[in-house]
């Protein structure tokens, strides 16, 4: 089958966004996390005292999807849920030290990663890239849905 140079433009943006993902999840194992809860251990930390329904309302999940996450978090010593002072219904997550061990070897990964996928980039090559990308992203959001 003969490609077009969009279908060849398409199939290595698809192959380029694969390829990380696996090489992100194979690096990201030596963590002992499952992707799911190495993303919610990621949101708390940026997101720090966040709520059990704010991570359901960004990962697009119910709250007991992420009730069993955290439970499992929790008792692996990465997170703690403390009640909340003016209401006790309410826990605030937060990010025990074994967890930020955890957080800081995965942004070591992440920078690694990003470092060899820029590998001989220009700042000029970036921008270049990068707005091109975001003329696709606008061209894909304007799209009819």
Known sequence: MQFT????AFHLVIQVCHDHKDLLESKLRATGLYSTNHRMLMFISKNKSCSQ????EDFKV???TVAVNLKKMDNAGLIERKPLEDDNRY???????KGQKIIDKSEEIFKSIDDKMFED???EDLEI???YLERI???LNSYDK
């Open 5 to 8: 140079k969009k279908n060849r």
């Open 53 to 56: 329904k704010e991570i359901a």
């Open 62 to 64: 119910s709250t007991a």
């Open 91 to 97: 826990n605030v997550l937060e990010i025990t030290p």
């Open 121 to 123: 980039f220009t700042d």
């Open 129 to 131: 890239f990068t707005g």
């Open 137 to 139: 992203e606008s061209n």
